[in-house]
């Protein structure tokens, strides 16, 4: 089982930057896919955006395209949130796998007020 942790949740105003941060201790961490994913009151979870094992990111919805980035290094996975909007306001997990997404963190709530 693999154990993620998410962090660097809040409140923020609108135009405002948050970075969430994904930690794990397992030690193949760096051999798997990583996303961000996000749901929002009375939304399905929507994905986000994701990451492979070598570093290529892509967005997951337009949305946030040209605002979000995700980074990683050996342990955690970023997502840098910039320029944030109300419709930003969620919980936000991350999630890991090979192929699919079997293993999940518990989720940060980011609120953004306009």
């Known amino acids: 089982q693999v154990q993620l942790v998410e962090s660097g949740g809040g409140l923020v105003q609108a135009g405002g930057s948050l970075r969430l941060s994904c930690a794990s201790s397992?030690?193949?961490?760096?051999?798997?896919?990583m996303g961000w994913f996000r749901q929002a009151p009375g939304k399905e979870r929507e994905f986000v955006g994701g990451?492979?094992?070598?570093?290529?990111w892509t967005y997951g919805t337009d949305s946030v395209k040209g605002r979000f980035t995700i980074s990683r290094d050996k342990n955690t996975v970023y997502l840098q949130m910039n320029s944030l909007k109300s419709e930003d306001t969620a919980i936000y997990y991350c999630?890991?796998?090979?192929?699919?997404?079997?293993?999940w963190g518990q989720g940060t709530q980011v609120t953004v007020s306009s």
């Open positions: 999630a890991a796998g090979p192929g699919v997404w079997r293993f």
């Open positions: 990451i492979s094992a070598s570093g290529v």
């Open positions: 397992e030690r193949s961490f760096d051999t798997y896919n």
